[in-house]
């Protein structure tokens, strides 16, 4: 079985080789329309199930249409929609769903429920994010990386402000790919101790610094998230506003970077909060790229899940 649930818990010569496929399979579209089918159809009469317990339009948007251009079908679920909203195990409804799809791909709250889903599922099982980590997010940001400026192994990645799901699997790529990490935030919002200490055990140098413009200089890649995450409350927002405005990523910010250092943002975004409109849509910036890639890194995925 093989479950798609963390970077750091997939071989890293999978990973490189997904994101080899990934290319590829970009590639070999070359430039035909978003619902023609690829010339390859690996899903072809496979049905898979994407289960939504927070919003989305990326990840819902891109696993849809990958799965489509595969030859595919999907089913899109709401979490509240399903009897798992209303008492139902999450083991039940592992071992029901496994009797109708191929693969399921969820996005939850606690990152539990993804595993009890991998535990019970007898078809393989995608994170599609849980409050601790966004394994499919970083997997297109490393190909966009490596699109734009070649291999990402050596080089140094800057994130600013929420040390969230986000950022730990950035530092989970940082081991499997080789490449540094420098977290610039608030102390009350530092990544989790337990991954940092893994990535410095795979080899990568991973660096804490409070000052955002010391620990920017000579970056290769700066990265920044929204300030309040889907499952942060309401009520920690103008705090965490206070704590991270010296954090925001402007243009004073990223002329400390190298020249040309990337600029990258997983989105949605709040415009001029944590990265200004100047960066966003300035020369640096990659998010655009970021988010199309999502659509081939997990047809990558999906494919490397289901061995196809
Ligand atoms: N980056 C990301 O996961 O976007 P969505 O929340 O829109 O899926």
Same mark, same amino acid.
């Given at each position: 079985?093989?479950?798609?649930?963390?970077?750091?818990?997939?071989?890293?010569?999978?990973?490189?080789?997904?994101?080899?496929?990934?290319?590829?399979?970009?590639?070999?579209?070359?430039?035909?329309?978003?619902?023609?089918?690829?010339?390859?159809?690996?899903?072809?009469?496979?049905?898979?199930?994407?289960?939504?317990?927070?919003?989305?339009?990326?990840?819902?948007?891109?696993?849809?249409?990958?799965?489509?251009?595969?030859?595919?079908?999907?089913?899109?679920?709401?979490?509240?929609?399903?009897?798992? %909203?209303?008492?139902? =195990? $999450?083991?039940?409804?592992?071992?029901?769903?496994?009797?109708?799809? /191929? +693969?399921?791909?969820?996005? #939850?709250?606690?990152?539990?429920?993804?595993?009890?889903?991998?535990?019970?599922?007898?078809?393989?099982?995608?994170?599609?994010?849980?409050?601790?980590?966004?394994?499919?997010?970083?997997?297109?940001?490393?190909?966009?990386?490596?699109?734009?400026?070649?291999?990402?192994?050596?080089?140094?990645?800057?994130?600013?402000?929420?040390?969230?799901?986000?950022?730990?699997?950035?530092?989970?790529?940082?081991?499997?790919?080789?490449?540094?990490?420098?977290?610039?935030?608030?102390?009350?919002?530092?990544?989790?101790?337990?991954?940092?200490?893994?990535?410095?055990?795979? %080899?990568?140098?991973? =660096? $804490?610094?409070?000052?955002?413009?010391?620990?920017?200089?000579?970056? /290769? +890649?700066?990265?920044?998230? #929204?300030?309040?995450?889907?499952?942060?409350?309401?009520?920690?927002?103008?705090?965490?506003?206070?704590?991270?405005?010296?954090?925001q990523v402007n243009e004073a910010l990223m002329a400390k970077a190298k020249p040309d250092a990337l600029f990258m943002h997983c989105l949605p975004a709040h415009r001029n909060?944590?990265?200004?409109?100047?960066?966003?849509?300035?020369?640096?910036?990659?998010?655009?790229?970021?988010?199309?890639?999502?659509?081939?890194?997990?047809?990558?995925?999906?494919?490397?899940?289901?061995?196809?």
């Amino acid at each position: 079985m093989k479950h798609f649930l963390d970077i750091h818990k997939t071989a890293a010569t999978d990973l490189r080789a997904m994101i080899g496929t990934a290319r590829a399979m970009k590639t070999a579209r070359n430039g035909r329309p978003k619902g023609a089918p690829d010339d390859d159809q690996p899903l072809a009469g496979r049905m898979v199930a994407l289960i939504f317990e927070k919003p989305s339009t990326r990840t819902r948007v891109s696993f849809d249409v990958g799965v489509r251009q595969m030859g595919g079908q999907t089913m899109v679920l709401s979490g509240k929609e399903m009897q798992l %909203g209303h008492g139902e =195990t $999450i083991a039940d409804t592992a071992r029901v769903l496994s009797r109708y799809v /191929d +693969l399921i791909m969820i996005r #939850t709250f606690e990152e539990q429920t993804l595993l009890e889903m991998a535990e019970h599922a007898t078809v393989p099982v995608i994170n599609g994010l849980t409050n601790r980590t966004h394994p499919c997010q970083i997997m297109a940001d490393i190909m966009t990386y490596e699109e734009h400026r070649g291999p990402i192994a050596g080089k140094k990645v800057v994130w600013c402000g929420d040390g969230n799901n986000d950022c730990a699997s950035f530092l989970h790529a940082a081991g499997q790919f080789g490449f540094d990490v420098t977290f610039t935030g608030p102390e009350t919002l530092d990544p989790e101790a337990a991954f940092v200490a893994e990535a410095r055990a795979k %080899g990568a140098t991973i =660096t $804490i610094d409070r000052d955002p413009h010391r620990a920017v200089e000579g970056a /290769d +890649l700066v990265v920044t998230d #929204t300030w309040v995450s889907m499952h942060d409350p309401e009520s920690a927002k103008e705090r965490r506003h206070n704590q991270l405005r010296p954090y925001q990523v402007n243009e004073a910010l990223m002329a400390k970077a190298k020249p040309d250092a990337l600029f990258m943002h997983c989105l949605p975004a709040h415009r001029n909060d944590e990265a200004t409109s100047a960066v966003m849509d300035g020369p640096h910036s990659v998010i655009f790229d970021e988010a199309e890639n999502r659509l081939h890194a997990q047809k990558a995925i999906m494919r490397w899940s289901l061995g196809l």
